[in-house]
């Protein structure tokens, strides 16, 4: 099983199996921007999500959507100075 560590309040650090992980970004930009959708048809009182109401460009330049989501390995720390 992998490990995740957490780097600082917005970055994640998966140690081990990475072959689990790789989709995961993608999952979670689709997930986001779903529930961006939603909230924006809901405010608005209408169904749906908006698909054709507005497009991917338009969310992530105009409301300013994080989307550089990746994977990384975690920096590793000496467990000892070196002697000397």
Do not use: C
């Not at 779903?34 to 999500?49: D, E, I, S, T, W």
């Not at 969310?59 to 100075?81: C, E, I, S």
């Amino acid at each position: 099983m992998a490990d995740i560590e957490k780097i600082s309040s917005s970055e994640y650090a998966i140690d081990g199996n990475l072959s689990r992980f790789t989709g995961m970004a993608g999952f979670v930009k689709d997930w986001v921007e779903k529930k961006v959708r939603r909230h924006l048809m809901r405010a608005r009182k209408r169904r749906g999500f908006g698909w054709k109401r507005w497009s991917r460009q338009w969310l992530y330049t105009h409301l300013g959507l994080f989307k550089d989501y990746r994977v990384q390995r975690p920096r590793r720390v000496p467990k000892a100075l070196p002697a000397g």
